[in-house]
Nanobody, 119 residues
Framework: VQLQAYGGGLVQAGGSLRLSCAAS????????MGWFRQAPGKVREIVAT????????YYADSVKGRFTISRDNAKNTVYLRMDSLKPEDTAIYYC?????????????WGQGTQVTVSS
């Protein structure tokens, strides 16, 4: 499975961005998917995860109510809609795939897309 994340950029605080992650392979619809981020000097952290069906979703407390994860299995794509962005959301955002569907173990990772939020 190959993952390609895109959609990052520079945005002012309070603005919005939508990240996309396109996956190759025919088994995408059976994978749980997740978005993670890593800010400079910090460890990578989970942002949001979604089950294969979209029926089970998790958000980190820091983004709850502002970010929305979704997926389109017909397009092999997972999205992260980010609203009310804050400077502390600045990070490289990665998408990842969980082949066992656990939403805990991620075996495949995309290359990351930079999100920068200016104050």
């Amino acid at each position: 499975v190959q993952l390609q994340a895109y959609g990052g950029g520079l945005v002012q605080a309070g603005g919005s961005l939508r990240l996309s992650c396109a996956a190759s392979g025919r088994t995408f619809s059976s994978y749980a998917m997740g978005w993670f981020r890593q800010a400079p000097g910090k460890v990578r952290e989970i942002v949001a995860t979604i089950s294969w069906s979209g029926g089970n979703i998790y958000y980190a407390d820091s983004v709850k109510g502002r970010f929305t994860i979704s997926r389109d299995n017909a397009k092999n794509t997972v999205y992260l809609r980010m609203d009310s962005l804050k400077p502390e959301d600045t990070a490289i955002y990665y998408c990842a795939a969980s082949p066992d569907g656990s939403m805990l173990e991620y075996a495949y990772w995309g290359q990351g897309t930079q999100v920068t939020v200016s104050s």
